[in-house]
Structure formats: structure tokens, C-alpha cells
């Protein structure tokens, strides 16, 4: 699947509001954009399909992006080309800019401010893939991974040629790249593990924040209680 938003609209409250609406469908959660006053709105993004996986490529101009919980559980590899900004979720706050790699929780509400405009690249992997694949996955939350050497730099590389190159591929190739792009994207998680010391501090940090969205969103459920949290 294919699917580009391109700024061709004259009246910038409806490209917002069209971009809105398809992102919406690609993230199946609420999506507000906030649009910076200083440059005229615009926003394009591609989204493929590959086996597993979805690839996206997303640039525009400077903006706010406020994403909902509740969409696809997943989780986002965010691979920054250009410009800077930062990206929140929950109580969790990271630096973004050209040259790093962001993990995060697709399935729980998120923002980014971006102050410039900026082009990224992004993998979704379904959880369930994800933990089978790397299982350590959450120690990684919101942290940012350089990519200009090791394993980040080839996944980096290896994202910008498969972009490039995607309309060539047949469905058996497909089915390859995203095979080797979750190798190179493990490869880059295994490099990026801090010391055994620091891992269990960061899970149970992602478990509490986890439980206080599951909360927060819940909060009017008569049905809310110890069992059901323990569940979520």
C-alpha cells in the first residue's frame, strides 16, 4: 500500500485539516496538527507496506503534532534526516535532530514539536513482532541513537535506498527487505543497550508510565479497578 498527502490545496486550514484526516487513518488515533505561523503549512508522507512492516517518510514545514492513544500497537523506529525538534510521551521528553534514531510506543499518545522543517523516515513493527524479535525493546523508550556509525548508520542507509528504490520491488522482495531492515533495526537496538544495571530501572519507569496512561484514559470506567489495570 501506497499513500501520499501532497500540499496541492490552496486554503492551508483545509490541508491541515485533510492531513489530519489521513494521518488519522494511518495511525487509527486522534491526530492534531498545529501548524507554526512562520512558514506556509505542508506536510507529504508515503506510506509502504513491506511484508510485517509499514514504512513511512514524512516531511513538511515547522509544526506541532499531537497523536492519541489508542491506535495500533506498535512500535515506531523515528529516523531523523532534517531539521530539529522533540518528541514527547507521557513524562518523557527527547532531543530530536539529523543523525539520530527515536524508539517509541506507537500505541500510546505522543507529541512532536518541530521547529524547523524536516524530513524523517519511520519503521512501524507490530509489538507482538517486535518483543519477539528483541524482547528489550522497552529499555530503549524514548532514547536517541546516533546514526552515523555501526549498525544505525547501515539502517539509515539501507531506509533511504529502500525508499528510493520501493516501486521496483516485487512481492518476494518486499517480503526480504523487511526482513533485513528489522535485522538492522535489532542489530541497532542490541548495539544501543546500557549496562545491565540500568536496564531494570528504565522497564519498571516504562511499566508505571504505562499504568498511569492506562488510568488517565480510564478514569470514568465504573469497571476501572486492580484487576482490570493488572490486565492492560
Not at 521496483?168 to 517480503?175: H, I, M, N
Not at 531492515?181 to 542489530?187: D, I, K, T
Amino acid at each position: 500500500m501506497s499513500k501520499a498527502i501532497v500540499a496541492g490545496v490552496d486554503d492551508e486550514l483545509d490541508r491541515v485539516a485533510r492531513s489530519c484526516a489521513a494521518l488519522r487513518a494511518v495511525h487509527r488515533a486522534d491526530h492534531y496538527i498545529e501548524p507554526d505561523r512562520s512558514a506556509p503549512f505542508e506536510l507529504r508522507v508515503s506510506v509502504h507496506t513491506l511484508g510485517a512492516l509499514r514504512l513511512m517518510e514524512i516531511a513538511g514545514s515547522p509544526q506541532s503534532t499531537r497523536i492519541g492513544h489508542g491506535g495500533e500497537d506498535v512500535v515506531l523506529a523515528i529516523v531523523v534526516h532534517a531539521g530539529h525538534g522533540r518528541i514527547r510521551q507521557g513524562a518523557r521528553e527527547a532531543v530530536l535532530g539529523p543523525g539520530v534514531l527515536c524508539l517509541l510506543h506507537g500505541g500510546e499518545a505522543f507529541e512532536l514539536i518541530l521547529n524547523e522543517g524536516f524530513r524523517h523516515q519511520v519503521v512501524r513493527v507490530p509489538r507482538e513482532r517486535m518483543t519477539e524479535s528483541f524482547p528489550a525493546w522497552p529499555v530503549l523508550l524514548m532514547c536517541t541513537i546516533p546514526t552515523g556509525r555501526g549498525p544505525a548508520a547501515m539502517l539509515a542507509a539501507h531506509l533511504r535506498a529502500t525508499q528510493e528504490h520501493l516501486e521496483s520491488l516485487t512481492p518476494a522482495d518486499q517480503k526480504g527487505v523487511s526482513e533485513a531492515l528489522l535485522c538492522l533495526l535489532v542489530s541497532t537496538l542490541s548495539a544501543s543497550l546500557p549496562a545491565p544495571s540500568e536496564r531494570l530501572s528504565r522497564i519498571e519507569r516504562y511499566h508505571l508510565e504505562r499504568v498511569k496512561a492506562y488510568v488517565r484514559a480510564h478514569l470514568a470506567d465504573p469497571e476501572l479497578n486492580v484487576a482490570t489495570i493488572s490486565a492492560a
